[in-house]
């Protein structure tokens, strides 16, 4: 008998995950009562909403315009047709005691979501089903366990369920699918995909695979209020479900799945109950909803609808301009700042310099929006008119100094660029007589600059060209300046 000690097993993360995308339509999914965050508990609500006797529910014919919508960007097959089903099971935010979900017959299927590996490679991480439902309510529980108040608002929103195989095989890919299905319908404009808010929600599976043939039961992790801790939840996850498995061995395969919620606070998982099977939800046919047949024709329609989605566009920028990818991340963000650096990138004659283009939006429009707390569609400055100031800047008619005053002007006013510098005699110095009296007067104010220069000091001369820019009222031609002080130094 040999003593070398067995090796300890290695595992192998494995993550699903199942995000409830609320849907931006104007009322919910089967009523016609709205429904807003932040609105006073229990006002957005109706009698399908309640349950009550007689209420019927119709469907929402924009939830399944954007759910296709969504599907399709995802590379989703869309059914011919489709059903409504019953889920049965009883909470207290959820009046009728049921949820009307799709179970066998999904609008979408298949499909996937590109992402990068933690290497950096892309990787397809493939959409198992994308079903649409009706949301619950909300319950809150008192610290002390003695109370607990549900607000129905919430029921009744329509949204759309998205499961993933699990492809994922770490907390720094899950994140990146999150970030990366945020973008999509961010572009597409079917949900904000705010998880602060709840219109993103997100419940990450996770097992961990052994070498050794052993594995541990599912865990489903609820209660997750942003990506950044649905990667700390997995990270936790992972680890605990690794140390049981290193105590316990291939028992613990007998073990059934839970699902647990992310405590915040404490950075852990906490116990919540044992996961329900397909049958312990006793689904059946919605009997007050027909079953729906897709249109093709309205589909092909939203298809050929669909916008450049953001990953390809990222890739577009990098090919055809010669962005960073730093850059392309940045200018992809959202569709607005895209739309924004698109609309100031087509110039009336012909395209501006991409680059150009990218830093003025990154470096003065962002900045300007971050100092003083504001979105796009609040600075009264538009596309147009930082491409005029960028055609200003190009053609020599302005200098960079005028150009960086001109923006902090028409941000706010909205006034036209070019308007500005004919009123206001703005236009840059580009006589060189002009220029060179206005050298030689800075030289005059600045003897011991022009001295020190002369005598091995380079650093002096900033003060020298800095009076000769003052001369000429900040608006001196830089380049043509430094030339003519250059020449004038000997």
């Not at 919910?28 to 309640?50: H, L, R, W």
């Not at 302005?398 to 909205?414: C, D, H, M, W, Y």
Request: aromatic fraction near 6%; include cysteine.
């Amino acid at each position: 008998m040999s003593d070398t000690p067995a090796a300890t097993p290695t595992g192998r993360v494995l993550i699903g995950v199942e995000v409830h995308l609320q849907l931006n339509t104007k009322t919910k999914c089967f009523s016609p009562s709205p429904y807003s965050f932040g609105a006073e508990p229990n006002t957005q609500i109706d009698p399908v909403v309640m349950g009550l006797p007689g209420a019927l529910p119709v469907l929402n014919r924009e939830a399944v315009r954007l759910s296709i919508r969504t599907g399709l960007a995802l590379g989703c097959e869309i059914a011919e047709t489709t059903k409504w089903d019953r889920k049965n099971y009883f909470y207290p935010d959820l009046p009728k005691g049921y949820q009307i979900s799709q179970f066998d017959q999904p609008l979408c299927v298949g499909g996937g979501i590109e992402i990068d590996d933690d290497e950096g490679n892309p990787k397809i991480v493939r959409i198992t089903r994308a079903h649409l439902e009706e949301d619950t309510g909300k319950s809150t529980h008192d610290e002390g366990g003695n109370k607990s108040r549900v607000d129905l608002n919430r029921a009744g929103a329509p949204l759309l369920e998205i499961v993933s195989e699990p492809d994922i095989n770490s907390a720094g890919e899950a994140e990146r699918y999150l970030d990366a299905l945020r973008e999509i319908v961010a572009f597409l404009g079917t949900s904000d995909g705010n998880m602060q808010e709840g219109n993103l929600r997100c419940e990450p599976n996770i097992n961990v695979i052994f070498d050794d043939g052993g594995k541990t039961p599912i865990v489903e992790v609820k209660n997750i209020n942003s990506v950044r801790n649905v990667g700390k939840a997995i990270e936790y996850e992972t680890e605990r479900q690794t140390r049981a498995y290193l105590e316990q061995g291939q028992t613990m395969a007998n073990t059934a799945r839970s699902t647990r919620g992310w405590d915040d606070d404490r950075g852990v998982t906490v116990h919540q109950r044992y996961k329900e099977s397909a049958d312990d939800y006793r689904y059946f046919p919605e009997p007050d909803l027909p079953a729906l047949t897709i249109d093709r024709a309205s589909v092909e329609a939203e298809r050929a609808a669909l916008p450049e989605l953001p990953r390809a566009r990222r890739a577009r920028y990098r090919e055809a301009y010669g962005l960073s990818a730093d850059d392309a991340v940045v200018l992809t963000g959202g569709p607005v700042i895209s739309a924004w650096f698109e609309a100031t990138l087509a110039g009336p004659a012909g395209p501006r310099d991409a680059k150009t283009v990218t830093n003025w939006i990154q470096g003065e429009l962002l900045r300007h929006l971050n100092e003083h707390k504001m979105d796009l569609a609040d600075v009264a400055l538009s596309p147009e008119g930082l491409g005029e100031i960028v055609d200003l800047l190009a053609a020599g008619t302005i200098n960079p100094r005028t150009a960086k005053e001109l923006f902090r002007e028409v941000v706010e006013s909205g006034a036209s660029p070019t308007a500005l510098v004919t009123e206001r005699g703005l236009g840059q110095v580009s006589d060189r007589g002009a220029v060179e009296d206005a050298v030689r007067a800075a030289m005059e104010a600045q003897p011991k600059a022009v001295e020190d220069v002369r005598g091995g000091n380079p650093k002096a001369r900033g003060r020298i060209f800095g009076e000769a820019m003052k001369q000429l009222q900040g608006r001196g031609d830089p380049k043509l300046v430094g030339s003519v002080l250059d020449e004038l130094l000997g």
